[in-house]
């Protein structure tokens, strides 16, 4: 069984992936039902289910890019995910939109999410060194795209 939190996670990963509301809860009802899947009726660590978690939203995002479903952002300010109006969202877009696939999904579990560098590694079945340098390069990407604005 998962916890709130981690279903927590499965939504906000979907929604920082695709900024579009409507779309996110129905990536994230896909990648839970996988992740149920998974574990089935046996009860796992903490850890465990995060990694199937990684697995399985990593797996919804191929799909996705495979599917070339639009990674447009339409966020609705009264819906599910609360988001001030105020809030600019320019460089996380330009960030979506032109780094790495794997750097900027690493960003998403690793920092926002506050995923393990080991539990993303387990995940994705890589070294903990890929993870990390993965993470480093993000930051570094997001971080040259923040000092232009």
């Known amino acids: 069984m998962l916890s709130e939190a981690q ?3 499965v939504a906000l990963f979907y929604f920082y992936v ?3 509301e409507n779309q996110a809860l129905d990536w994230t009802l896909k990648s839970l ?3 149920l899947k998974s574990l089935g009726s046996e009860s796992e660590s903490d850890s465990r ?3 199937l978690i990684v697995h399985h939203t990593h797996l919804g995002w191929k799909k996705i890019i495979q599917n ?3 990674l447009s952002a339409s966020i ?3 819906a599910a995910f609360v988001i001030p109006p105020s ?3 320019g460089v996380w877009k330009q960030f979506r939109k032109d780094a ?3 750097e900027f999904l690493a960003v998403i579990w690793s920092k926002i999410l506050g995923f393990s560098d080991q539990e993303i590694a387990t995940g994705l079945g890589v070294s903990l060194g890929t993870v990390r340098y993965r993470v480093g390069r993000g930051l570094r990407h997001l971080g040259s795209l923040k000092q232009l604005r």
């Open 7 to 9: 279903i927590r996670s």
């Open 49 to 51: 289910a995060t990694s």
């Open 33 to 35: 039902r996988q992740c």
């Open 68 to 70: 070339k479903a639009t």
């Open 18 to 20: 695709l900024l579009d």
């Open 76 to 78: 609705v300010h009264e």
């Open 87 to 89: 809030l600019d969202l």
């Open 100 to 102: 790495d696939g794997e």
